[in-house]
T-cell receptor, first 113, second 114 residues
């Protein structure tokens, strides 16, 4: 979707290195989310944000941190990457009145070797 | 708590077959319900939604009806095409959710063969 972009699209990194994934939106939406997708687990929420500098943990937040210093950007950081964090990461956004649903980015495929 | 249960996949159908993917939910109150679709190599896209009991969401020939009495939101299509091959996710948003994010099922992979 043109209103949300993720970068990079693909990344290979070594165990123990820090990694930051970026989600950028042009919709001025309040809510932003980071999910990971793994076979057999579907989508699992890592962290989400409900405003600038307002974030909360999801069900699989261990080993991840986030920051949101401005409305349009939501960063996901793996402080010290592990092989268990090899996954496809999706960012999503939603506005007020969330019955409109989420808009997802195209994903980042991260491989930790 | 809030949860969504989808039928296990993969589901393999021949072109023009009838499709049903079952979805049931557990939630307090009456949530909004959604179906998302993920085509290979892409992110999830909203397929359809229903925000109250007995609502029917529809899009691209797919339909789902919000059934409060059976807490279900089954996805149906009368005649599938090869281009419908994808992973389908059922999701709910609790009513008066505040900051509560969408709750997703684990997804059902559909393969349609010509």
């Amino acid at each position: 979707d043109a209103g949300i972009t993720q970068s990079p699209r693909h990344k290979v990194t070594e165990t123990g290195t820090p990694v930051t994934l970026r989600c950028h939106q042009t919709e001025n939406h309040r809510y932003m989310y980071w999910y990971r997708q793994d076979p057999g687990h579907g989508l699992r929420l890592i962290h989400y944000s409900y405003g600038v500098k307002d974030t909360d943990k999801g069900e699989v937040s261990d080993g991840y941190s986030v920051s949101r210093s401005k409305t349009e950007d939501f960063l996901l950081t793996l402080e010290s990457a592990t092989s268990s964090q090899t996954s496809v990461y999706f960012c999503a956004i939603s506005g007020e009145g969330t019955a409109s649903g989420y808009t997802f980015g195209s994903g980042t495929r991260l491989t930790v070797v | 708590g809030n949860s969504v249960t989808q039928m296990e996949g993969p589901v393999t159908l021949s072109e023009e077959a009838f499709l049903t993917i079952n979805c049931t939910y557990t939630a307090t109150g009456y949530p909004s319900l959604f179906w998302y679709v993920q085509y290979p190599g892409e992110g999830l896209q909203l397929l359809l939604k229903a925000t109250k009991a007995d609502d029917k969401g529809s899009n691209k020939g797919f339909e789902a009806t919000y059934r409060k009495e059976t807490t279900s939101f089954h996805l149906e299509k009368g005649s599938v095409q090869v281009s419908d091959s994808a992973v389908y996710f059922c999701a709910l948003l609790p009513r008066n959710s505040g900051n509560t994010p969408l709750v997703f099922g684990k997804g059902t992979r559909l393969s349609v063969i010509a």
